[in-house]
């Protein structure tokens, strides 16, 4: 394991950025079991003091556990911990909606890819009744919004890619800081037809899923965020 001695001022911090560094690298596994304070103090060449304010600090944000007479373990959502900043990051962020349609492109197109290709029937059912619950929805889609998110959020989930999967649900929870708004305002501006072709670009999505085809549904789930992010960025300059 590659801990490197630690010559600095700020000693806490770097020893917390080596073992988020350690983690993200997968040297340090869900589960595994750290060295001791003693043993992490002579490797860091530290004292244990500082070593042990970054395990607290480190036990505070969920990377690790810290069990009584028992060790220092990886928790299971230690990923989660470290992507969480992104959160601050993204609305911190100048032109944060802009960023935010441009993550989501990133992130949704590949999911879906991702999604033909591995989903199980029950994120298959899962998709398909959220397909039904938006025609049911139509044409007032008053639910479009729920309904959309759960959709993209189970193609996530259905990429088998637990990373993509948290990060996927990070950005969304600044998109409904930032996004709900907007969104709302421009579909009650548009015409009918607004909430039909989104149902369609959704189900057309779903249909390529079901097929297991996964070029067609990530070139569909581009068209489709494109669209979005078009429409949006022409209400927003009608608005200002």
């Known amino acids: 394991m590659d801990i490197r001695p630690i010559k600095s001022k700020r000693t806490t911090e770097i020893i917390l950025d080596q073992i988020k560094e350690l983690i993200v690298k997968g040297e340090l596994s869900q589960g595994d079991k750290l060295l001791t304070e003693n ?38 959502n230690a990923s989660n911990a470290i992507i969480e900043p992104l959160t601050f990051i993204l609305l911190l962020e100048k032109n944060k909606l802009q960023n935010i349609l441009e993550v989501r492109k990133a992130l949704e197109v590949e999911a879906a890819g991702l999604a033909a290709l591995r989903r199980n029937e029950e994120e298959l059912a899962t998709l398909g009744d959220l397909i039904e619950q938006m025609e049911n929805d139509l044409p007032d889609a008053q639910n479009s919004e729920a309904l959309d998110l759960k959709f993209h959020l189970t193609l996530a989930k259905a990429s088998e890619n637990p990373l993509l999967d948290r990060m996927m649900n990070t950005v969304q929870e600044i998109m409904g800081q930032t996004l709900q708004v907007t969104r709302a305002l421009w579909m009650s501006a548009t015409t009918e037809g607004t909430s039909y072709r989104l149902f369609e670009d959704h189900r057309n999505i779903y249909e390529m899923i079901r097929d297991q085809d996964a070029d067609m549904a990530r070139k569909l789930t581009y068209e489709h965020l494109r669209k979005v992010e078009l429409e949006l960025g022409k209400y927003r300059e009608e608005e200002e």
């Open 39 to 76: 043993e992490l103090s002579e490797r860091f060449q530290v004292s244990r003091t500082s070593v042990r304010e970054a395990l607290a600090a480190l036990s505070l944000t969920g990377i690790l556990e810290i069990r009584q007479g028992g060790g220092i373990y990886v928790k299971a």
